[in-house]
Structures are given as C-alpha cells and as structure tokens.
C-alpha cells in the first residue's frame, strides 16, 4: 500500500487578520472533501494487513463492520464503537506503532497519570508536522527566524518539549528547556502542600529567568498562562519586565486560556498590544493525542473572545451533546469536546475529551468548526487538578 500522504489545508499569517471573518460556503465543502478523503485513506492505512497496526488489526475482529469497505467519508466513523480511555493505558506500547512504520524510531509521550498509569501515545514524525504547520502561522515580526527560544512548560515524558524545540529548530532558533514535573505539582496540591507549590513554582521561574538575563538571545517563549504570568510578576519585583528581556513573540495554551486572564495579561502584565508593548501573545490548545489547535486572531476589539480549530484533516474536534455523542450541538450551544485524530502514526475516532466549550462557526483561514470558551467538563471538573495548566 502506497505511503499515506500529509494532507493540510492552506494557512496564512493569522496576525495579519484584524478580526474573525465567516468562511465561504467553497472552503467549507473544499474542506470537508478533504477530511472526508483524508479519512477513508487513513482508516485503509491502520486496517490494512501490510501497514496497520497490531490493536487496530486486533480490533477489527470484534466490529461489525469491514472499515476497509465500509468507511467512504468521516461520518462513517460513527460506525465505530466509543474509543476508551483505558486502551491507551498500559503496554505492550508497540501495539500501537503501523507496520508500515515498524523500521522507523519510535518515540512515546505519556499524558495523564496523575495517579495510576498514564495514557501512552506512539509518534514518529507528528509532533514535528503538527509544530512545522504551526509555524507557518507565526507572525515572523514577532517570531523572527533565527531567534532562540525558551520553553517554560513541562518537561519529562511530554510530547510538548520535544515539539517547542522542533518548533525553534524549524524557525532556525535554539531552544531553552527548564525542568518542570507537573505531576508533582498535582501531588503538592492534593496534599495541600501550598508552600511547597509556591517554593516549587518559584525554582521554575528562577530557571527561566536565568536563561532570559544570560545573553542568549531569546525572543520567542512558550509558557502555560500560570507561569507566564508567574514570571511576568517576579520580573516585574526585580525591576524589569519580558519586553526588556527581549521578548517579542509568546505561545500559550491551556483552559486555564480565557478571556479575562488574556485581557488582564496584554494589557496589564504586558503593557499594551502588540504595536505597543512589542510583545504578540497567540493562544493554542492541544494535547498529546491531537496536536495543536490554533486559534482566530484575539484582539481587543472581540473581546479577547478566544475560538480554537483542530488542525484538520489531521485531527478533528467536535462540540457534541452532553448525552447523545454522536450528535452535535447547534452553533453557540455549549457541549462535550469529541477528537479523532486520523494521521498515518495515529488513528483514534471519537474520543471524548475531559473538556467541554461552545461550538462556533468555521472561520476563514480554518474552514471548519471550532470550539470556544473551552474549560473542564463539568461532570468531571471537581475531580480534575489543574496544577501548573
């Protein structure tokens, strides 16, 4: 079987775009084309003898359908039963890698896991596409090629360091790693260990502050907004600021990503937007099985209303009913987060996510839907932990 192709549809600056513009009804069904062949090639990828892999070549056995005959567009994947949250736990992890991909190296990020173990995923080449595509929708004013970067987020077994140091590498940067575990940071909180947290928060900003004050360059960062905001206010007690670090060009993400905090962090903590303050901040949201989500431009004057779209047809997000998943909600309406992520390494359909958000129209530049307001799901939140997110 002939090696599946990288599909994507066309990006462009996002910062160029002073504000959130309706898709045309062409892109729409362009787009939906694409996902819709994207999908059948994907599922003929993982089902197939010569190139799937071992759980899905497993699991083909317990449907009651041929995937290879019977998925002809992305809403064939209904057919599927509800992904579990438990397959991804536990080994043995090859399970997972395509045989089509059996001679390349493998890496394995984990996610989850603040107790018991973790969710695993394969990947050998996804986390740098996701992040080359992200590139392409930096703003290079902000973001200048050949800039280093820091990486103020958590380190160890995560997808994310290794992607923000592809992400510096593809824009001919270096990039400045701390140590943080957030899983200790869960643990802290649990405990009620506040003095603990705040010495461990404290030892995180310390790393970073050391490598922005020892001349190497950087102009561009990612950070979780607790930390950004944790080391905006400690540069601020020592007399300076991100702006006269050097700073220019921010990617952040997390549900903790709102629209207040934004508001409060561009024009409080940064002093201004960018054509005052030097410093353009652009939200995503991602996580280790999807990718990254970038978001419609945030400006002042829409409210700092911040609206994501999954990299499709790479991966899907969907707002779907509290308790029918397979149906979505109308525009506006608030739901559950549904992903499938269709790549050659990875393919998962319809996983419900610990994140619930308002549906919202496909926007120009992503002519799909996109998810708003995105904050834990509610019949889940008071069991989940934030930490350093």
């Not at 996002?14 to 959130?20: E, K, Q, R, Y």
């Not at 173990?117 to 990947?123: G, Q």
């Not at 957030?182 to 260990?193: D, E, F, N």
Request: hydrophobic share 35%; proline share 7%; aromatic share 12%.
């Amino acid at each position: 079987m002939a090696s599946l192709a990288v599909t994507r549809f066309p990006t462009s600056h996002l910062a160029v775009l002073p504000m959130s513009s309706p898709a045309s009804d062409a892109t729409v069904v362009a787009a939906r084309e694409l996902l819709d062949a994207h999908t059948v090639e994907t599922v003929a990828w993982h089902f197939h003898e010569s190139t799937g892999c071992p759980f899905w070549l497993e699991k083909k056995n317990e449907l009651n359908f041929d995937p290879l005959t019977e998925v002809k567009c992305y809403d064939d994947l209904k057919k599927f039963p509800e992904f579990e949250d438990e397959w991804l736990r536990g080994g043995p992890v090859r399970r997972w890698v395509p045989k089509g991909l059996a001679d390349k190296p493998v890496y394995v990020f984990e996610t989850g896991g603040t107790t018991g173990i973790p969710k695993s995923r394969i990947a050998v080449d996804d986390f740098r596409t996701d992040y080359s595509n992200f590139s392409d929708t930096l703003p290079d004013e902000y973001f200048p090629k050949g800039a280093n970067w820091l990486m103020l987020g958590p380190s160890g077994p995560r997808r994310l360091r290794l992607a923000v140091e592809h992400l510096a590498q593809q824009r001919e940067g270096i990039c400045f790693c701390i140590d943080l575990d957030p899983r200790w940071v869960v643990k802290l909180i649990k405990k009620g260990w506040m003095d603990h947290l705040e010495e461990y928060k404290k030892h995180c900003i310390d790393q970073a502050i050391t490598v922005l004050t020892a001349g190497h360059d950087v102009k561009c960062m990612f950070g979780t907004p607790k930390l950004i905001e944790s080391l905006c206010l400690e540069l601020e007690e020592r007399g300076t600021s991100l702006a006269e670090c050097g700073i220019t060009g921010i990617f952040s993400g997390g549900t903790e990503f709102t629209p207040q905090w934004t508001k409060f962090c561009v024009e409080e903590l940064f002093g201004g937007p960018p054509e005052e303050s030097g410093i353009y901040m652009t939200p995503t949201y991602g996580n280790t099985l999807m990718g990254l989500a970038c978001s419609e431009p945030v400006t002042a004057e829409n409210k700092y209303k911040i609206t994501y779209h999954a990299p499709q047809p790479r991966a899907v997000l969907e707002v779907v009913d509290f308790d029918n998943t397979d149906e979505l909600v109308p525009y506006g309406e608030t739901g559950r987060s549904k992903l499938t992520t269709l790549t050659q390494e990875f393919f998962v359909p319809g996983f419900l996510e610990r994140d619930e958000g308002e549906r919202e129209k496909p926007y120009e530049e992503y002519p799909w839907d996109g998810i708003s307001g995105v904050r834990p799901f509610h019949r889940l939140a008071s069991a989940t932990t934030v930490g350093v997110y």
